[in-house]
């Protein structure tokens, strides 16, 4: 899945790379990246939490909470990412409409 995210971010980087910042391109790629990152972890962490569960062995149970509670934090990361990630594209999309149509004094 990760290899098909960075396969459609890459076409899009290409198909605009001539417009707007590269910086602002970068960073954006970059907060996709971290997302993809967390998200695979977040898989992984999920696919444990199962096993754990199903082998019904008490310390593998033990185990789920913490396991919980990183899923829970990775959650709130993902959050935070996307936000900063909005915050990044709407600063550019302004700064890119405002250089192509620069107001009349």
């Known amino acids: ?8 971010l890459k076409h899009h980087r290409n198909q605009y790379s001539g417009d707007g ?6 960073t954006i790629d970059k907060s996709f ?8 972890r977040n898989r992984m962490l999920i696919q444990q939490v199962n096993e754990n569960h199903q082998s019904k062995i008490h310390d593998n149970m ?3 909470v913490a396991l919980i509670q990183e899923l829970n934090g990775n959650i709130s ?8 990630l909005s915050s990044n594209f709407s600063t550019a999309f302004q700064e890119q409409h405002s250089n192509e149509h ?4």
């Open 102 to 105: 620069p107001k009349e004094g």
């Open 77 to 84: 990361k993902v959050v935070s990412l996307y936000s900063d």
């Open 62 to 64: 033990v185990k789920n």
């Open 21 to 26: 910042n590269p910086e602002v391109w970068a």
């Open 1 to 8: 899945m990760a290899n098909n995210t960075n396969k459609k």
């Open 33 to 40: 990246k971290q997302v993809q990152s967390v998200l695979d």
